[in-house]
Nanobody
Framework: QVQLVESGGGLVQAGGSLRLSCQASGRTFSSDGMGWFRQAPGKEREFVARISSSGRATGYADSVKGRFTISRDNAKNMVYLQMNSLKPEDTAVYYC???????????WGQGTQVTVSS
């Protein structure tokens, strides 16, 4: 099984940037698709971005397209989410997740809080 630990969250002003990191351990995850999700208070968890095992294919929620960039470094067992032009509505707990060959994300990190002030 893969363990995931997110970091890089914090408090930032609207228009600012943050880079989230997700460190994987336990086994190699280079064959797994990875994704970022978020959950705001009182709301359901929602998809943010995904990346294929090779890193060549990515996808984004419409709400973050053009502002967020997902990337990965398989040699370092890392996944990143670069977040630019942050908005107060981006405030949420952000989770890293992975899927092994299927479409369902089966392992998750503990989350990191991102707060964007207006």
């Amino acid at each position: 099984q893969v363990q995931l630990v997110e970091s890089g969250g914090g408090l930032v002003q609207a228009g600012g940037s943050l880079r989230l990191s997700c460190q994987a351990s336990g086994r190699t995850f280079s064959s797994d698709g990875m994704g970022w999700f978020r959950q705001a208070p009182g709301k359901e968890r929602e998809f943010v971005a995904r990346i294929s095992s090779s890193g060549r294919a990515t996808g984004y929620a419409d709400s973050v397209k053009g502002r967020f960039t997902i990337s990965r470094d398989n040699a370092k067992n890392m996944v990143y989410l670069q977040m630019n032009s942050l908005k107060p509505e981006d405030t949420a707990v952000y989770y890293c997740a992975g899927r092994s060959g299927g479409v369902t994300y089966v392992y998750w990190g503990q989350g990191t809080q991102v707060t964007v002030s207006s």
